[in-house]
């Protein structure tokens, strides 16, 4: 907690440096503005938001384009002869509509549409699991393609420097992937993956902290 005390009271002091160096009061982004943040969550940690890299691009002072983007990989070595391996990619294109608001607050609506892909295995010298790192289906492989609605709102509490909330509703389509085992007991076998939509809503565990280039 104290570490990130003093992170954030060094963005404070730089963001007022940059504001008093440059003598101007337009803090909001503007037209070919682009801004990326961290999330900052009640616990104290500071981290990507959600284990996503997201980026805005304002195409007008109204309007932004957004994407977020998320990568993870996982190889764990059990023993000697055997290994389990997870990898996914996540990606969520989306557009806001930001309103008026006051000179430093800027709400907005918006859309995205989250992508995922996740592959799992596992491996030993006598049995290959693929779709999953168990051959009983623990930390199955996915893909899931969803659509969220989004509102939130940006305060600008120094030039280039923000910090804000969102939250929102949305669907998902998911699809578990097949389990194929090969090897131990059983010479071949394949388990079909199953099919589920949820809707869900959802607001994100923190205050997300900005900086627009």
Do not use: C, W
């Not at 284990?51 to 932004?64: L, V």
């Not at 806001?96 to 709400?107: N, Q, V």
């Not at 989004?150 to 030039?159: H, I, L, N, P, Q």
């Not at 420097?161 to 669907?171: C, N």
């Amino acid at each position: 907690m104290k570490n990130t005390l003093i992170v954030l009271a060094v963005l404070l002091v730089s963001a007022l440096t940059v504001q008093a160096q440059n003598g101007s009061t337009t803090y909001k982004p503007t037209a070919g503005n682009i801004t990326t943040e961290v999330l900052f969550n009640y616990l104290g940690n500071i981290s990507l938001n959600d284990g996503f890299i997201r980026g805005r691009y304002f195409t007008s002072d109204a309007t932004a384009l957004r994407l977020s983007v998320g990568i993870h990989y996982n190889h764990d070595k059990l023993d000697d002869d055997a290994f389990s391996r997870t990898a996914g990619i996540s990606l969520a294109p989306g557009i806001e509509k930001h309103f008026a608001g006051t000179e430093r607050l800027s709400p907005y609506i918006g859309a995205e549409l989250p992508i995922s892909l996740r592959g799992a295995r596992y491996e030993n010298d006598g049995t290959e699991v693929k779709g999953a790192i168990t051959p009983n289906g623990l930390s199955r492989g996915s893909l899931s393609v969803g659509l969220n609605a989004v509102a939130g709102t940006d305060f600008y509490f120094a030039r280039n420097f923000y910090v804000g909330v969102e939250a929102g509703v949305g669907i998902r389509y998911r699809k578990d992937a097949d389990i194929e085992i090969r090897g131990g007991n059983i010479s071949e076998s394949t388990t079909e993956g199953f099919h589920s939509v949820n809707f869900f809503q959802f607001v994100n565990g923190g205050l997300r902290i900005g900086f627009v280039f």
